[in-house]
C-alpha cells in the first residue's frame, strides 16, 4: 500500500487568522508540522494542501511540497480529497492537522498500521482520559468503541453516563477515551465521503465523523499514549512556548 501524508492548511481562521504562519523559535508552525511528519516511516509523500499563496511560498521556501486546492472547501476532509484526485496511485490518504507542530511520528505509524486489516475503511486515534477537566470539556469530543475497536458514537458530552455513580468517581469506575484528530481513509472510501450530505447528528455536535458513522461507515480506531498539542488560539502559543522551550 501506499500512503499519502496531506496537510491541510488555510490562512482565515476565526480564532486565530494566519496561524500556519506564525513563527515559533525561528520556524513557521507549518514547517514545524511538516517537519515531524516527515519522520514517519510508512508515508511515502507528504504535501501540504492550501489555497493561500502565502503558505505555498513558505513550504516551498524551506524544501516542501504543496498542492494549491480549492477555495470553497468546507473541511480539511473536502480538502484533502482534492489532493488525492490530483495525486493518483495512493491507497491511503492520512488527513493530519496542521496546527500540531509538535505531533509524534509514530501517532501517523500507528494510524498507518490500521490497514494492515483490508476491510478498514477509515481509522482514527483515541487517548485514554485520565484528568477530570478533560472528561467534562466539551470542546474535547469523547469516544465509545465496541469490542472490535471501531467508534460507535463521538460526543461532545461525556460518553458512557455512568448512572447512579458520584461524577468525581467516574475516572475510577470507567475507562474513557477522547479523539484525537488525525484520520485516514481508504482513496475510495474518502472520495465517496465528500459526497454525502451534512446529517442530522454531525449538525446537532458539530462533529463531521457523525456524518459517516450514520452513513454506515465503520471507524477504526487505535490508541495512543502520545499527547497532542494543538494551538487554536494565541494562548495556546504561549503554553506551546512554555512546554517546549521553558519561555
Given at each position: 500500500?501506499?500512503f499519502l501524508g496531506i496537510i491541510p492548511a488555510r490562512y482565515a481562521s476565526s480564532r486565530f487568522p494566519g496561524k500556519p504562519l506564525?513563527?515559533?523559535?525561528?520556524?513557521?508552525?507549518?514547517?514545524?508540522?511538516?517537519?515531524?511528519?516527515?519522520?514517519?516511516?510508512?508515508?511515502?509523500?507528504?504535501?501540504?494542501?492550501?489555497?493561500?499563496?502565502?503558505?505555498?511560498?513558505?513550504?516551498?521556501?524551506?524544501?516542501?511540497?504543496i498542492v494549491m486546492t480549492a477555495t470553497h472547501h468546507q473541511s480539511g476532509t473536502d480538502r484533502c480529497a482534492e489532493v488525492t484526485?490530483?495525486?493518483?496511485?495512493?491507497?491511503?490518504?492520512?488527513?493530519?492537522?496542521?496546527?500540531?507542530?509538535?505531533?509524534?511520528?509514530?501517532?501517523?505509524?500507528?494510524?498507518?498500521?490500521?490497514?494492515?486489516?483490508?476491510?478498514?475503511?477509515?481509522?482514527?486515534?483515541?487517548?485514554?482520559?485520565?484528568?477530570?477537566?478533560?472528561?467534562?470539556?466539551?470542546?474535547?469530543?469523547?469516544?465509545?468503541?465496541?469490542?472490535?475497536?471501531?467508534?460507535?458514537?463521538?460526543?461532545?458530552?461525556?460518553?458512557?453516563?455512568?448512572?447512579?455513580?458520584?461524577?468525581?468517581?467516574?475516572?475510577?469506575?470507567?475507562?474513557?477515551?477522547?479523539?484525537?484528530?488525525?484520520?485516514?481513509?481508504?482513496?475510495?472510501?474518502?472520495?465517496?465521503?465528500?459526497?454525502?450530505?451534512?446529517?442530522?447528528?454531525?449538525?446537532?455536535?458539530?462533529?463531521?465523523?457523525?456524518?459517516?458513522?450514520?452513513?454506515?461507515?465503520a471507524i477504526k480506531t487505535a490508541i495512543t499514549n502520545h499527547e497532542t498539542v494543538a494551538v487554536d488560539t494565541r494562548e495556546d502559543?504561549?503554553?506551546?512556548?512554555?512546554?517546549?522551550?521553558?519561555?
Amino acid at each position: 500500500m501506499k500512503f499519502l501524508g496531506i496537510i491541510p492548511a488555510r490562512y482565515a481562521s476565526s480564532r486565530f487568522p494566519g496561524k500556519p504562519l506564525i513563527d515559533i523559535e525561528g520556524k513557521t508552525m507549518i514547517q514545524r508540522v511538516y517537519e515531524q511528519v516527515k519522520k514517519s516511516t510508512r508515508l511515502n509523500e507528504v504535501v501540504v494542501a492550501t489555497d493561500d499563496q502565502r503558505i505555498a511560498d513558505n513550504v516551498l521556501s524551506f524544501g516542501g511540497k504543496i498542492v494549491m486546492t480549492a477555495t470553497h472547501h468546507q473541511s480539511g476532509t473536502d480538502r484533502c480529497a482534492e489532493v488525492t484526485a490530483q495525486m493518483p496511485g495512493y491507497d491511503i490518504a492520512i488527513n493530519i492537522q496542521g496546527d500540531e507542530p509538535f505531533i509524534n511520528p509514530a501517532q501517523i505509524d500507528l494510524l498507518a498500521n490500521c490497514f494492515e486489516n483490508p476491510d478498514t475503511q477509515i481509522a482514527t486515534l483515541v487517548k485514554e482520559i485520565t484528568l477530570e477537566e478533560e472528561l467534562f470539556n466539551v470542546n474535547i469530543p469523547k469516544v465509545v468503541r465496541n469490542s472490535k475497536g471501531e467508534a460507535i458514537y463521538f460526543s461532545r458530552q461525556t460518553i458512557p453516563f455512568l448512572r447512579g455513580v458520584e461524577k468525581d468517581q467516574w475516572l475510577q469506575k470507567q475507562t474513557f477515551y477522547k479523539h484525537i484528530g488525525i484520520y485516514a481513509y481508504q482513496v475510495d472510501t474518502l472520495k465517496a465521503l465528500t459526497q454525502l450530505p451534512i446529517s442530522i447528528l454531525e449538525e446537532a455536535e458539530a462533529l463531521e465523523q457523525l456524518r459517516w458513522l450514520e452513513n454506515g461507515y465503520a471507524i477504526k480506531t487505535a490508541i495512543t499514549n502520545h499527547e497532542t498539542v494543538a494551538v487554536d488560539t494565541r494562548e495556546d502559543l504561549d503554553k506551546i512556548l512554555k512546554l517546549f522551550f521553558n519561555k
